[in-house]
């Protein structure tokens, strides 16, 4: 298993790439930075923000697919009511 270089990325480029994306991924794609290392690293910066009071950062999904799938679990849900 061969390993990558490690990608280095500042906190300001980094807390850019949060602010102007929706997902993990897009975050993961602008700093160049693995999934796992953009999540790990999003969670360390939140928790430091909550932890100096400021401002939250927005909240990031693991895709774009988490509204949808919410829909269609709340609709599965109702229906499941009719039938009992």
């Given at each position: 298993?061969?390993?990558?270089?490690?990608?280095?990325?500042?906190?300001?480029?980094?807390?850019?790439?949060?602010?102007?994306?929706?997902?993990?991924?897009?975050?993961?794609?602008?700093?160049?930075?693995?999934?796992?290392?953009?999540?790990?690293?999003?969670?360390?910066?939140?928790?430091k923000?909550?932890?100096?009071?400021?401002?939250?950062?927005?909240?990031?999904t693991?895709?774009?697919?988490?509204?949808?799938?919410?829909?269609?679990?709340?609709?599965?849900?109702?229906?499941?009511?009719?039938?009992?």
């Amino acid at each position: 298993m061969s390993q990558g270089k490690r990608v280095r990325c500042s906190d300001e480029v980094f807390l850019s790439a949060v602010l102007s994306s929706k997902t993990y991924a897009e975050v993961s794609e602008k700093t160049g930075q693995k999934l796992s290392t953009t999540i790990s690293r999003y969670a360390r910066m939140k928790k430091k923000f909550y932890e100096d009071g400021r401002t939250n950062l927005p909240n990031l999904t693991t895709n774009n697919n988490t509204k949808d799938h919410l829909k269609v679990k709340m609709c599965g849900q109702k229906l499941l009511s009719c039938m009992e």
